[in-house]
């Protein structure tokens, strides 16, 4: 897949929504959360989860990010729903429109039982949450909802 240089991907974010996958990993009756170190919603409890690429298929694209923020290959049981975000902020700081994503979430299992949780450089440290916390941001929690893991 081509990368898009940072300057281009600025300009690309200043004027459309990106299309976005968003993966909740259920284990054990637990689901796996990443703090995000980057922008936007750094510092913030998430499901793993990014960009789809021009042409990658969005469960391929879901296969992809689980693996590459976590180090799991997984398949994917449901897409969960479609969603958007809007941040003030993007991985460039503030910008013109902030960044705005549209997120299809779906809900995978590790392939692999035995589960070894390796970060990118994206998270800071991870997680397992056993039912939907409060302090979660509100779109994290939706997404949790719908899973209906927790219902």
Known sequence: MKNIPNEEYRKILE???ICCVDVVLFHDNKILLVK????PAKGEWWVPGGRV???????EAAKRKIFEEVGLKVKVNKMIGIYETIFEKSAFGK??????????????????????IKLDKTSAEYKWIDKIDESLPEYVK???FDSGVFN
Do not use: C, Q, S, W
């Open 15 to 17: 004027l459309m929504p």
């Open 36 to 39: 995000r170190k980057n922008e």
């Open 53 to 59: 690429y021009k042409n990658e298929k969005l469960e």
């Open 95 to 116: 910008i013109d429109g902030g960044t705005h994503t549209i997120n299809i979430g779906f809900l995978v299992e590790a392939e692999d039982k035995n589960l070894k």
């Open 142 to 144: 939706r997404v949790i």
